[in-house]
């Protein structure tokens, strides 16, 4: 048994298309993030004045910074087609995603796609406007899924109808805003295009991948910093 677990240890690490571990099974990120908001979405029906402690303003984001990510993963009450539009995008996106990027190069990419969304409202809207929703995140997404599929014309077709009913959802759901689309979604693509377009025939692919993500995420922080600094 020893010889074999040895053997197995020694074996050369099986890689997604785009260099991530492969694993076979279920989404677990995506199914972890879209549990994460629906169980945020429930403590802002049970839990009073939550809402209003997760939504992001630029003009608090300064003192309150962790409003950057849980406005991402707060969603508005007063219509639950807020969330289960949102929701529906990123089970899409995620389960397309996911199994080609690596659960690690999803979930960065996610996060980094959120947080362009935050510094997208910070940079463009009114500094006492409340922005809340995953659409930020979700807007990266779907412009990553735009990269990885750049060469399928038949799955740009089909993402055309979630770009259709998200625009049409940021008419009709107060708290959502076109500037955390625009963050999110220039965030996304250069996060995806980080991972993706990295040749697979260069074998310090995963390095180059790391050095890229970690550098696009330092200077996303940094340029956070100085917007909520600027939008006090």
Same mark, same amino acid.
């Given at each position: 048994?020893?010889c074999v677990?040895?053997a ?5 690490q099986? @890689?997604? @298309?785009?260099g ?5 099974? #279920?989404?677990?990120?995506t199914y972890?993030v ?5 169980l ?5 029906w049970?839990?009073p004045?939550?809402t209003?402690?997760?939504v992001?303003?630029?003009? !608090? #984001?300064?003192?309150e910074?962790w409003?950057l990510i849980?406005?991402?993963f707060a969603?508005?009450?007063g219509? !639950?087609?807020? *969330? ?5 995008? !990123? ?22 796609s959120a !947080?362009?969304?935050?510094?997208g ?8 406007s409340a922005?809340?929703g /995953? ?7 779907f412009? /990553?899924?735009?990269v ?8 740009l077709? @089909?993402?055309?109808i979630i770009?259709v009913l998200?625009?049409v959802?940021?008419f ?14 220039v965030t996304?693509i250069?996060a995806? /295009?980080?991972?993706? *377009?990295?040749?697979r025939?260069?074998?310090q692919?995963?390095?180059?991948q ?6 696009l995420?330092?200077? *996303? ?5 100085l917007? /909520? @600094?600027?939008?006090k």
């Amino acid at each position: 048994m020893e010889c074999v677990a040895e053997a197995s240890r020694r074996l050369p690490q099986q @890689q997604t @298309q785009f260099g991530g571990r492969l694993r076979s099974g #279920a989404p677990v990120i995506t199914y972890a993030v879209i549990a994460l908001n629906v169980l945020v979405y429930l403590f802002q029906w049970i839990i009073p004045g939550l809402t209003n402690s997760l939504v992001l303003a630029p003009v !608090i #984001a300064a003192y309150e910074p962790w409003r950057l990510i849980t406005s991402a993963f707060a969603h508005s009450t007063g219509s !639950i087609l807020h *969330l289960a539009m949102n929701m529906y995008g !990123i089970y899409i996106f995620g389960t397309l995603l996911e199994p080609r990027l690596g659960r690690l190069r999803f979930a960065w990419l996610y996060l980094l796609s959120a !947080i362009g969304g935050s510094l997208g409202i910070l940079l463009l809207s009114a500094p006492m406007s409340a922005t809340l929703g /995953a659409s930020g995140a979700l807007a990266g997404l779907f412009l /990553a899924t735009f990269v990885v599929f750049r060469s399928n014309k038949q799955a740009l077709r @089909q993402m055309g109808i979630i770009l259709v009913l998200n625009i049409v959802l940021g008419f009709v759901v107060s708290g959502i805003s076109w500037q955390g689309h625009l963050g999110g979604a220039v965030t996304g693509i250069i996060a995806s /295009a980080c991972i993706v *377009l990295i040749p697979r025939s260069n074998p310090q692919r995963s390095r180059i991948q790391l050095v890229l993500l970690s550098t696009l995420s330092i200077l *996303l922080l940094v340029a956070v910093y100085l917007a /909520a @600094q600027g939008a006090k």
